[in-house]
């Protein structure tokens, strides 16, 4: 799963964008792949593990959830494929 969320610019300076995936790993497990930062700059990773799915699965929707507090909107979504 994929989710990409922007902040509209503020004047001059270009847009802040937030992208939330959710991959499988080789073992079973998740890990939940956080990138922020200004768009067309380099921006920030952090990456979470998660043995379970569903629990990376709320990981992802709960931080999607304060960024859209923040004042992100959502720009893209993509739901996992079987």
Avoid: C, N
């Avoid at 890990?31 to 067309?40: D, K, S, V």
């Avoid at 799915?53 to 304060?66: G, I, P, T």
Wanted: glycine fraction near 8%; charged fraction near 25%.
């Amino acid at each position: 799963m994929r989710i990409y969320m922007q902040i509209p610019p503020e004047g001059d300076k270009a847009p802040r964008f937030y992208h939330l995936h959710l991959q499988e790993d080789l073992l079973g497990g998740w890990t939940l792949i956080r990138e922020w930062g200004y768009q067309g700059a380099a921006g920030r990773v952090k990456k979470e593990h998660f043995t379970e799915q569903a629990s990376a699965e709320a990981a992802l929707f709960q931080v999607r959830d304060e960024q859209l507090k923040r004042g992100y909107q959502v720009v893209f979504m993509q739901a996992h494929q079987e």
